[in-house]
């Protein structure tokens, strides 16, 4: 009877560590895995010339193909494919390499679909188009990645570069930040409250853009502004990647910690507990799917549960401390005939919100009461049967968030 009750204690214990582990490590302990992609239940994970696949979340892991290269870099899914770029260290001239490979099959088989000399390390969606790199240009495939040319309108220099829903956002190695509405035709440096200093990173998302040039920024509005959004972050160390998943966004810092926040309202979070990546910058990649924040770097691949870091509820948007006024670009913008504004407040006050056209005639109200404090976001419809808004037409209008000596103004267009 106390041998089985030291048993049950120990099987316990040991469920106990289990249940309120930290960071675990899934495999490939002693090899580096440079990139992780999540596509439906499968987890890819690309190493020094390898590909592989879980269907359990990185328990077990299934090799699918090994390629003729030294770095995977870039597993990128899309719809019903996966694209995966490739580079390798040519410090000498080299012949071309097969750098972007397609599969159709959940990457049980590939087509090579693009060579070049130093290889791909970049893919990237933008509406009906694929961007990616090729020996620092940009190239464009218009027909789900099967071919490929060069877009020669951004120059020579490609550092990285990210898109949203609206725009495609691109540094070079002298250190500008460019945008895109056009899909790569023409681009416009947005480089208003940056540093002249290289853009290493930028990722994307709705019209939220985040850049690293020594601190991280952030634009609200598609990069016309930007603001530094560090705080959390430790001072003095830099960054090895900043990456944005659903509405969180990760950071790597060069002594192997990942930072977590929200894209919306930056306080970050250090959630690398357990984590044991080692050396210098060798965090890797960082992402998530349904159920685990995953990483990888030179000691393999890395999960934690979501339901584990507690700082995610501190980020959730109802339980945040707002410290400011914000009013957010509408979006989509323009629109036809709905658009979304979005705005936060610090404390309890009367709030204003009303629309207007380009010759200061209020149009409508869209708030007009108290609001405690919070993030609130509230709909236009130029269709709306409102005596104020119907029947109006095309063209610039703007809307103006009034709480107490606090007022902002944005720009929004209606086209029908």
Same mark, same amino acid.
């Given at each position: ?97 097969? %750098?972007? *490979?397609? !599969?159709? #099959? =959940?990457?049980? &088989? @590939? ?9 791909? /390390? ?53 250190? %500008?930040? *460019?945008? !895109?509405? #056009? =899909?790569?035709? &023409? @681009? ?9 200093? /290289? ?218």
């Amino acid at each position: 009877m106390r041998i089985l009750r030291l048993y049950l204690i120990i099987l316990f214990l040991s469920s106990y560590q289990n249940l309120y582990s930290q960071w675990e490590q899934v495999g490939f302990e002693s090899d580096w895995i440079f990139e992780l992609s999540v596509k439906g239940d499968y987890l890819f994970a690309g190493g020094s010339n390898q590909l592989y696949r879980s269907i359990d979340n990185g328990n077990n892991w299934d090799t699918l193909i090994t390629f003729n290269t030294e770095f995977i870099d870039v597993i990128q899914p899309l719809d019903q494919m996966l694209l995966m770029g490739h580079s390798r260290g040519c410090f000498e001239p080299c012949p071309p390499l097969t %750098s972007i *490979y397609k !599969s159709t #099959d =959940n990457g049980l &088989t @590939w087509d090579s679909v693009f060579a070049s000399v130093n290889g791909t /390390t970049q893919i990237q969606p933008f509406k009906q188009l694929i961007f990616a790199d090729s020996d620092e240009w940009l190239i464009r495939s218009t027909d789900d990645g099967s071919t490929w040319v060069v877009e020669p309108s951004f120059g020579y220099g490609v550092l990285a570069f990210a898109g949203n829903e609206i725009a495609l956002f691109a540094s070079k190695y002298q250190g %500008s930040l *460019y945008r !895109s509405f #056009d =899909n790569a035709s &023409t @681009w416009h440096l947005i480089e208003n409250g940056l540093p002249n200093s /290289t853009k290493w990173y930028i990722a994307a998302k709705n019209d939220t853009v985040f850049t690293w040039t020594d601190f991280v920024y952030r634009s609200t509005n598609n990069g016309d502004t930007w603001e530094i959004a560090n705080s959390g972050l430790p001072i003095g160390i830099g960054l090895s990647g900043i990456f944005v998943e659903d509405k969180y966004l990760f950071a790597a810092t060069f002594d192997n910690r990942i930072f977590m926040t929200s894209i919306n309202y930056i306080n970050w979070a250090d959630i690398s507990e357990g984590l044991t990546i080692t050396g210098n910058a060798n965090i890797t990649d960082i992402t998530k799917n349904e159920e685990y924040i995953l990483a990888s770097g030179n000691t393999g691949v890395w999960r934690r549960p979501l339901w584990q870091i507690t700082s995610i509820k501190d980020l959730d948007q109802n339980k945040l401390i707002y410290n400011r006024f914000i009013l957010e670009q509408n979006y989509p913008n323009p629109f036809n005939p709905s658009t979304t504004i979005k705005y936060s407040i610090p404390y309890s006050s009367h709030v204003s919100l009303k629309m207007y056209d380009v010759l200061g005639n209020k149009v409508a109200t869209l708030v007009n009461e108290e609001k405690a404090t919070g993030r609130y976001e509230v709909e236009f419809n130029a269709n709306s049967h409102s005596s104020e808004v119907r029947n109006l037409p095309s063209g610039v209008y703007f809307y103006q968030l009034t709480v107490g000596n606090f007022i902002e103004t944005k720009k929004m267009v209606l086209l029908k």
